[in-house]
Nanobody, 123 residues
Framework: QVQLVESGGGLVQAGGSLRLSCAAS????????MGWFRQAPGKEREFVAA????????YYVDSVKGRFTISRDNAKNTVFLQMNSLKPEDTAVYYC????????????????WGQGTQVTVSS
């Protein structure tokens, strides 16, 4: 079965950094674009970043541009999200997801999801 497992979340002070990882199994990893979404309490799940199947294209929500970097290592079936200059508003559960389709910013287009990892940024 398909499994996406996130790691690297935790508690960090504002201005700090975290690096999230998502290890995939049970699928042909290089055939999928990968994305990161997040959901804060009382809010809808929102798109954060995505990367194409080859890694040649990346996409970010405006609020994280210049601070977050998505990357992938197809040889290791892993996608990463490097988060720098973290802000309290970045606090959320972060989810890794995989899609065979375009429209990377729409969670409706993703086929598989991880369990999520908590990121908490203190003031």
């Amino acid at each position: 079965q398909v499994q996406l497992v996130e790691s690297g979340g935790g508690l960090v002070q504002a201005g700090g950094s975290l690096r999230l990882s998502c290890a995939a199994s049970g699928l042909t990893f290089s055939s999928y674009a990968m994305g990161w979404f997040r959901q804060a309490p009382g809010k809808e799940r929102e798109f954060v970043a995505a990367i194409s199947w080859s890694g040649s294209s990346t996409y970010y929500v405006d609020s994280v541009k210049g601070r977050f970097t998505i990357s992938r290592d197809n040889a290791k079936n892993t996608v990463f999200l490097q988060m720098n200059s973290l802000k309290p508003e970045d606090t959320a559960v972060y989810y890794c997801a995989a899609t065979r389709r375009g429209d990377y910013d729409s969670d409706q287009n993703y086929d598989y999801w991880g369990q999520g990892t908590q990121v908490t940024v203190s003031s």
